[in-house]
């Protein structure tokens, strides 16, 4: 652990989990926090509530495929959705720099308006403050989530067992690319877009698998590479890949190439994984493939006895091992 914070820390990978587990789990993660999940299962007077919050401070603003606004949406709806909950109300936190356009501002809060209705949530409270210039990159904005737990799903990594499949709703990586290529000015006549959009219509869907459904999560920070070292980290078991079955855009996949970042630890904004029971693959392939934003899914991998190993079957042949990223590849995505 280093004694200043570094952009690494914020980057879901290895800094990211030490300052986490040795400075806010120490302190906090009795109860509702301990395992952190994207959202605190709470007890209610009819049942119980999920409770997420996020912070985002994307830069660029405006990206190709969405803004700073509906990802912000999204990145809450979706916190909630992957916890096993009918997302409901958000609240909106507005943090602007002085001598933001009006105009800029507009655009960004009817994509926040547009993204919840089509998400079919509320935004019941807020907060705005304004700091000076050079203090702030335009806006940063926090959103908090409460959302209605489904009663059928039990996510426990504890869960998790040797012959589970891992299933992912769509091609990986689009959303963290895309920033960077529109940071740095690189995509020309490309057609990349970032992936940011809501998963609670592929939680929806997959219901009558609930049972069978030991995890989910949306590869955000960190990517693919690490949500499954998180499971076989928490778990006596390892994962198995294979790389001809993980689904990424030709775009995501060119960009990543020339640029030389592994496309595992590069963030989805409108992506969820899952591990369930190899009986109910067929059936939840089956109902995400129904949805538009389920086209692209697929069964990538399966659980083994390598415990704590997640390992990658190549496409010639070999294997190799996907670690947890260790610095930060792609600051300021989310």
Not at 11 to 37: H, K
Not at 91 to 119: F, H, N, P, Q, Y
Not at 252 to 262: P, R, S, T, Y
Not at 303 to 329: S, Y
Request: glycine share 12%.
């Amino acid at each position: 652990m280093t004694n200043k914070i570094e952009i690494a820390h914020g980057g879901g990978g290895l800094l990211t989990r030490q300052l986490i587990e040795d400075e806010i789990v120490s302190r906090f993660g009795d109860g509702p926090l301990e395992g952190l999940p994207d959202g605190a299962n709470l007890p209610s007077v009819n049942g119980r509530i999920v409770f997420s919050t996020d912070s985002f401070v994307v830069s660029p603003n405006f990206f190709p495929g969405g803004n700073i606004g509906d990802l912000a949406v999204h990145g809450t709806v979706n916190d909630l959705a992957v916890s096993g909950a009918k997302p409901l109300w958000l609240s909106l936190a507005l943090i602007l720099e002085e001598g933001l356009e009006i105009e800029k501002l507009r655009t960004i809060l009817d994509s926040v308006k547009a993204a919840a209705d089509d998400c079919g949530v509320k935004i019941v409270t807020g907060d705005t403050k304004v700091v000076a210039k050079g203090q702030c990159d335009g806006v940063y904005i926090n959103t908090a989530g409460i959302g209605e737990a489904y009663p059928y799903y039990q996510l426990e990594t504890s869960l998790v067992e040797e012959g589970d499949v891992v299933i992912v709703s769509g091609n990986l990586g689009d959303h963290g690319m895309a920033i960077m290529g529109a940071r740095e000015g690189l995509l020309g006549d490309s057609t990349l877009k970032s992936d940011s959009a809501p998963v609670h219509r592929l939680v929806k869907a997959i219901k009558p698998f609930a049972g069978d459904i030991k995890f989910m999560r949306d590869p955000t920070r960190g990517g693919l590479a690490a949500v499954l070292n998180e499971i076989a980290e928490s778990t006596e078991y390892g994962i198995e890949l294979k790389e001809t079955d993980i689904p990424f855009s030709p775009e995501a996949k060119g960009l990543a190439e020339i640029l030389g970042f592994d496309l595992l630890h590069v963030a989805s904004e409108g992506r969820m994984l899952l591990v369930c029971r190899e009986d109910s693959m067929a059936g939840i392939i089956k109902a995400w493939k129904e949805l538009p934003e389920g086209k692209n899914c697929a069964v990538i991998g399966r659980v083994n006895r390598e415990r704590g190993r997640v390992v990658l079957e190549t496409a010639i042949g070999g294997r190799r091992i996907i670690d947890v990223p260790r610095g930060e590849l792609l600051p300021r995505i989310c």
